[in-house]
């Protein structure tokens, strides 16, 4: 084998293959022939990713990789690691792209030789793109020799899916891989703040990661520019970051030079602190996005004491926060906006009243919005989103904030977030006090409030703090609708109860296995992932464990193809679910499956949907087919038995399972009618508008 070959892991044999990695496992113990380990530890060994390859085809068990798979397998098995490989992709990517001639000549010589020309070529693409002070250097030749294969598959992904979509699709599954490496800003909250600024030709994001806000930004105006580019007008942008990881620095270079077209969008990023060693002193940008670290104490309060930013307060050692607002306000052009997102303890810690106070009595700080918990990392707690304008010299402040609270738009939980919703109520009122600069209060939603008001002792701006409460739910002309139709419910409920039954004699039924069904061809397993970010609507865990509509959407970039359930479809969760199985009905017959599911998809001349779903939710069913690690349970649906039975008597069964999975809807539905009429009293009875009587 030689020395630079990709290896893989027994979770990427798993993902080639399409099984779990139990399989892999049964693999290595019963087939002699196996590949052997080549590195890797005792308890984690690593394999020759292409003798893994020939073994599978010699077996039957893949026909052929998918290229997006072999590409990312020998990146995440680069032997420099999957960091470098990354951004030797991306600087590879630029060159397909840009020069797409300039490739395909030199990907026509040898390896070796094509390791001794891409530098220059690549340095001749980099140099102009990036400026002199760049996060992205030119690799040398003993860097790019063991990445030689890894470069070619990668171009080869571009041919299908195109330069950006494979750059996204790799760093997307490196990221994914690694989830505590990494705080990102997800797609939703980062769209909003791009859509908060308005359309800046200048954008800075001092702390920018992976470059998620700035490519939201790039996104919307890549999206507005193509009736520019028709019409001739369209003018050139600049998006500038900073980072302090210089890896991470590199990857958002790469991420952003691939997200916008040569000559319409200058990128400039650098790998620094940006609050020690700020690379772009003399930027006055049209708007500033930030997603600052949190809770920071060693950001630089010892030796910035006296730095010219801190206009209004020098912040407190817990008050990092604090010190990117200045920053971001320091970089800004006079009238330009600023959106950070913030933890919610900034906007009351006593320790900042002072330049919340100073904030507010200069007009800089022009509104606060809170977001529902689940919105991004942490996701445990309601972020808050600070929009800032620069002041104008000589112009006169504004007399008003405006604050925002989205917590009762969404059903809580991070999968549950309505952001068409949320989007369109905070930039509708955004934009209405932007205007005008006050708005028409909405209780519990939306107000703006007087400088003078919040500038008490303790300069609260926490939006809850100061909004009227809404109407407790709907008031009581809509808490007597919820009262019928709880009645309602609860007289179906009734309806619906099941007899228990008659006592009798256990059956000595012969058994199968749904892996067993499987190999007959009587069902079709597959498994749910991330899928293409195309619109479709998601079934996630939750909602199979719920009994809820499809809620979850999938991410931007080219992953693997979606697994779209069909009506008569049983769906089961994998992760400590517990007897939990769904037949898919008409309504949501189309949605992705989302992760952590199982799909089973009967053939119908063979299997009953409810027959198959009603015996899989046994409880000593899913005891004998359950796996337990320390800290959860993992369902081995291949195991999980069945009675063989004639399609009448399945049909019998079936019948009897729908009626419970009516009854048990009927029961979740009195659930959430009961608990919203007895928080709506609660509310009505405290704010006054229910009376005791």
Known sequence: MPDNAAEVTAAGIARLAGVGRAAVSNWRRRHPDFPKPVGGTETSPSFALAEVEQWLRDQGKIAEVPLRERVWQQLAGHPAGAVPALIHAGCVLLLVRDRPTAWLQLSAVSDEKLAF????????????????????????????????????????????????????????????????????????????????????????????????????????????????????????????????????????????????????????????????????????????????????????????????????????????????????????????????????????????????????????????????????????????????????????????????????????????????????????????????????????????????????????LAPARHLPPPAAGGGAAELARVRERLAETLRQTTELTPPAGEPAQPPRWPTTTVGELARAGALVLRAGGAGAGSGERVLTEQDVLAGTAPSGTLPEGPAEDPVLVEAGDVVVPVLGGGTVARVVDEATAGAALGRSLQLLRPDPAALDPWFLAGFLRGTANNRQASSYASTSTRLDVRRLQLPRLPLADQRQYGERFRALAEFEEALRRAGRLGEQLVQGLYDGLTDGTVRPE
């Open 117 to 460: 020309l891409l530098p220059a070529a690549l340095e001749e693409i980099l140099a102009p793109r990036f400026g002199p002070h760049r996060a992205v250097h030119t690799p040398g030749q003993p860097e790019l020799t063991p990445s030689v294969p890894l470069l070619r598959a990668t171009a080869e992904l571009a041919g299908e899916l195109g330069a950006r979509q494979t750059y996204e699709f790799l760093l997307g599954r490196h990221l994914d891989a690694n989830p505590r490496q990494y705080t990102l800003t997800p797609p939703g909250p980062a769209a909003l703040m791009a859509a908060l600024t308005g359309s800046p030709r200048t954008v800075l994001d001092p702390a920018c990661g992976t470059g998620t806000l700035l490519r939201a930004v790039a996104s919307a105006a890549g999206t507005t520019s193509a009736d520019d580019r028709s019409a001739g007008t369209q003018e050139a942008r600049a998006v500038h970051g900073q980072e302090t990881d210089p890896d991470l620095a590199a990857l958002a270079a790469l991420r952003l030079a691939l997200q916008t077209e040569t000559g319409t969008t200058e990128v400039r990023v650098a790998a620094a602190d940006a609050l020690r060693a700020d690379a772009f002193p003399h930027l006055a940008a049209d708007a500033v996005l930030c997603h600052p670290p949190f809770n920071e104490r060693n950001w630089g309060h010892d030796e910035l004491a006296y730095d010219a930013r801190w206009e209004y307060g020098f912040p407190a050692r817990t008050e990092s926060e604090l010190a990117w607002v200045q920053h971001a306000l320091a970089r800004l052009r006079d009238g330009g906006t600023a959106v950070l997102l913030m933890p919610p303890a900034a906007a009351s810690r006593r320790s900042g009243r002072r330049i919340r106070a100073d904030l507010l009595r200069r007009g800089a700080l022009r509104a606060v919005v809170s977001l529902p918990a689940g919105a991004a990392p942490p996701y445990g707690i309601p972020l808050h989103l600070w929009v800032l304008r620069k002041p104008a010299s000589g112009g006169r402040p504004s007399h008003e904030l405006l604050l925002v609270d989205t917590a009762d738009l969404s059903a809580a939980g991070r999968d549950k977030l309505d952001w068409q919703a949320l989007h369109s109520t905070v930039l509708d009122t955004w934009q209405a006090f932007d205007r005008h600069g006050t708005v028409e209060e909405r209780p519990g939603v939306s107000r703006s409030v007087s400088v003078i008001e919040l500038l008490d002792d303790d300069v609260d």
